[in-house]
């Protein structure tokens, strides 16, 4: 056990002074002392042993109660078995938790500040000499260096709260980055210690570094948050209807009962509603709402939901395009039904190509491109369509059956789909067909008992080799594929076992061909994600665009601009933002002064559940690792100065130790045998 200077010769003098004062009173010291004489005379008369053992008691519990107020004064403190050596200097890593569950408060206060108060009572009791590095979930680079004791208290006044967030094993990798050398190593996390902050079983550490958890608590907060939304449809017309999902989470032991939700498009109130939720349960809910013009429009989903309020709103983006390209490439008997289909509604802008002059650079511009009757399709223009595919895009192949089925394999191999085995001639129907599968899901009001289904004259049977990314839509007898989707990179290609032609069969003619197509090219498209998570390193999509000489992208905002890195691959534009976007809220994407994009970002929602990491389960993360637990409403945690340990101060406990002994001395007194004393 070791004792403070100051605070030992504080208690020498308490003890010191009631001496000084009966010397000075000696005359009355011995009167009492005679009399205290006479009575252990009485008492030794007296021959009671009970008397005897109660009077030792109280002499017992007299000397202990004195003792440790002694003890308390001295500030005693059990140091670290891990004792560095006094002999260098001392490097110190100080991680502050600034995520949003650290704006929650206590009887200390904010927690934020109480981390910034911690951290100063460990810095200031190291050496002049020793130097520290302040982290927080920010990551920048200008934690990335060692500071003094008075710059690093200035940059630790600078600490704000950030949507950033980091787990426990990246913080300590990022600590033991620039804790090297042959210093004395301290590691100090001060955090709220969220769960989502562990993704791990056990964290590594290294061996020479000592390290210091500090785990302050938050009062319990019921929380509701808008976790998620997304919109039933990828394409969106002009005044067309729109549905969109809201996903709300209640992440308190209570249900949430008619939580106030609103939706707004462009400053425009669009819905209302009012949820409960269940505790700890998730209920979506869907909003419908219409009339929006072309362009990108700014949607914002709010709820009411106290105290904790920073994930109460989630903001998102989205284009109403004023029309949707189609690229049709024609064979040269391919016929005229792709044309009358989408020459029928002016929301599609039809480009009609023959197989032999085909402009691929145009192809990232088309949401579909139908191959219809193609003769002889080529393994070149198969590469084009799997850079399209790869970027997201949409294809639908009616083939030529009386094309050289060898030519054919060579440009369905190279597309990654199965391949033709035989041309089929015995006249057929389609048996089967998915009316759940998204594109008829909605068609029928009511299923008629006996469905009129396409006939088919002749077909191609495909050798198949790999189902797991085929969904068939349409199959003949004999499960048979007559018009299945395949999985290609990002996007899709819908393959038809026959042709348009009225030599194939009926179902450029049949009812469920307009349907079909329309339905496939609304599910398709490069749909761009409708929001993104601050904090993260993301990379934005974007349809390919190509720049000129001296020109460059511009990330914009209110009071906010950025040139991005970009890089082109698989026929669209990355767009790279690394961490200059900080706040949550609306950024135009632009070139020159023209509008490329709108990109939504918001706070994560993994600081959204309030549930903490307990000392046993951080215990549990450490293992047997030279890593030490403290919790701050149960462990006073001292750094030493001087001596630059870290240690557990027991000045608290000596202090109700004495309070418990004087307690037992008063209870002796007065209930041990009953017995009046004669003092």
């Not at 009791?125 to 520290?132: T, V």
């Not at 038809?496 to 179902?507: E, I, K, Q, V």
């Not at 534009?573 to 200059?580: K, M, N, P, S, V």
Request: aromatic share 10%; proline share 4%; net charge positive.
């Amino acid at each position: 056990m070791n004792f403070l200077y100051p605070g030992f010769l504080f208690a020498l003098i308490s003890v010191a002074i009631p001496v000084i004062i009966h010397l000075f009173n000696f005359r009355k010291f011995k009167k009492i002392y005679f009399s205290n004489v006479q009575l252990l005379k009485e008492v030794e008369q007296q021959n009671s042993s009970k008397e005897k053992l109660k009077n030792l008691l109280i002499l017992l519990s007299r000397i202990l109660a004195i003792i440790f107020l002694v003890l308390a004064f001295a500030q005693p403190y059990i140091p670290d078995h891990n004792q560095k050596t006094t002999a260098v200097n001392n490097v110190v890593s100080v991680y502050i938790d600034n995520s949003y569950s650290m704006e929650a408060i206590n009887k200390d206060g904010n927690l934020l500040d109480e981390a910034k108060r911690r951290a100063k009572e460990l810095v200031k009791g190291f050496g002049i000499n020793d130097r520290f590095q302040l982290l927080t979930n920010d990551f920048e680079g200008k934690h990335q260096r060692l500071l003094n004791e008075e710059a690093f208290l200035k940059a630790l006044d600078d600490v704000k709260i950030s949507a950033a967030n980091r787990n426990l094993q990246q913080i300590l990798n990022r600590q033991g980055n620039i804790l090297t050398g042959a210093e004395n190593k301290y590691s100090f996390l001060i955090s709220d210690f969220q769960k989502n902050i562990s993704t791990t079983n056990k964290l590594e550490t290294k061996p020479d570094i000592q390290y210091s958890f500090l785990k302050l608590n938050a009062n319990t907060l019921p929380n509701v948050a808008v976790d998620s939304v997304w919109v039933l449809s990828p394409n969106h017309q002009p005044g067309a209807n729109e549905r969109l999902v809201v996903q709300l989470k209640n992440y308190s032991e209570e249900e949430a009962k008619n939580i106030p939700l609103k939706l707004s498009i462009n400053n425009q109130q669009k819905g209302l509603g009012a949820v409960t939720i269940p505790a700890g349960k998730t209920v979506k809910d869907t909003l419908n709402f219409s009339g929006l013009t072309a362009g990108w429009q700014k949607g914002i989903i709010t709820i009411k939901d106290f105290p904790v309020t920073f994930d109460d709103t989630l903001s998102f983006s989205f284009k109403v395009d004023e029309n949707f390209p189609v690229l049709s490439i024609n064979g040269s008997n391919s016929g005229n039904y792709i044309k009358a289909l989408f020459a029928a509604d002016s929301y599609y802008k039809l480009t009609g190509n023959a197989e032999s002059n085909v402009n691929y650079s145009s192809f990232a511009n088309f949401g579909l491109i139908v191959l219809n009757g193609l003769k002889n399709p080529s393994t070149g223009l198969a590469q084009q369509l799997k850079t399209y595919l790869n970027a997201g895009g949409t294809v639908v192949l009616f083939p030529d059956l009386d094309a050289d089925i060898q030519a054919y394999n060579a440009f369905l191999g190279a597309l990654s789909l199965p391949v033709i085995q035989s041309l089929n001639t015995a006249p057929t129907k389609v048996d089967q067909i998915d009316l759940q599968n998204p594109i008829f899901k909605t068609v029928f009001e009511e299923i008629p008992k006996n469905l009129d289904l396409p006939a088919v004259t002749r077909y191609y049977s495909f050798t198949e080799t790999n189902n797991s990314n085929k969904e068939a839509i349409m199959t003949l007898p004999g499960r048979k594929s007559f018009f299945s989707k395949y999985g290609v990179g990002s996007g899709q290609v819908y393959l038809s076992a026959s042709g348009l032609n009225a030599n194939d069969g009926n179902l450029a003619r049949h009812p469920v061909f307009v349907p079909l197509i329309y339905r496939l090219a609304l599910s398709g498209g490069n749909e761009a994600p409708l929001y993104y998570n601050l904090g993260n390193d993301n990379a934005l999509a974007s349809k390919k665009i190509t720049l000129g000489k001296n020109q460059t992208l511009k990330i914009t905002a209110d009071h906010f601009e950025a040139i991005p890195e970009i890089r082109q691959a698989d026929g669209k534009t990355l767009i790279y933002i690394a961490d200059q976007v900080k706040n949550a809220g609306f950024y135009n994407l632009k070139l020159a002064d023209s509008l490329l994009a709108v990109y939504s970002f918001n706070s994560g929602r993994t600081e959204s559940d309030m549930h903490y990491l307990n000392k046993a389960e951080l215990e549990q993360l450490a293992g047997k690792s030279n890593l030490k637990i403290f919790d701050t409403d149960k462990d006073a945690v001292k750094l030493i100065a001087g001596a630059n340990k870290i240690g557990q101060t027991l000045w608290k406990l000596c202090l109700i130790l004495s309070l418990i002994f004087i307690a037992a001395e008063i209870l002796l007194i007065r209930f041990f045998n009953n017995t009046k004393r004669t003092i």
